[in-house]
């Protein structure tokens, strides 16, 4: 078995998904820093080989992206295969837990998962998480609703939540200090 991967064209330019017959275990933008590490990180977890190809599961990434891009789907079905640590994965899962087109500082992220002290650790697991816009750490601001750390770049973080403000009805201002 392995992990069957290809590349979408994207409107934030090409991504890479990954997934075997678990779920998605990989969306990310091709050119971000930390891309080689999370493969990697994946790789050794998993105790597979990434091969290039076609997956059920890659066609339903594509059509459900495709629909996210265009504003009419909101939440994803496919099914994800996480890969990390217990605390990483609890942090990615909170992240499915804030609302499509609002945002939350990471201080409130750390109350909301139990622990306000670990506000650097949350943080660290955002930057981790190698299913962007899926899990949405871009939903994730700074405690003054400012736009800090998104492994995708800066101008992709705005670019998400201005498209998820302008398709959910809702104002980015508002909705960066909720």
């Given amino acids: 078995m392995s992990i069957i991967y290809k590349y979408f064209h994207t409107p934030l330019g090409k991504m890479m998904g990954a997934a075997t017959d678990n779920g998605v275990c990989l969306f990310e933008f091709e050119y971000r820093k930390s891309l080689s590490k999370i493969q990697q990180r994946i790789q050794a977890a998993l105790s597979m080989d990434y091969e290039e190809g076609e997956h059920p599961l890659l066609n339903q990434l594509e059509n459900e992206a ?9 939440i994803f079905d496919v099914p994800l295969q996480l890969i990390g640590t217990d605390f990483q994965k609890k942090v990615w899962k909170g992240l499915l837990d804030i609302p499509y087109g609002e945002t939350r500082s990471y201080k409130k992220q750390s109350i909301y998962l139990g622990d306000i002290k670990a506000i650097r650790a949350v943080a660290t697991a955002n930057g981790q998480n190698g299913i962007a816009i899926i899990i949405p750490c871009h939903r994730v601001i700074g405690d003054n609703g400012s736009l800090v750390g998104y492994g995708g770049g800066l101008p992709k973080k705005k670019w998400l939540l201005e498209h998820e403000a302008k398709h959910s009805g809702k104002d980015l201002q508002t909705s960066l200090f909720e």
């Fill in 66 to 74: 495709q629909e996210y891009f265009t504003g009419t789907r909101k």
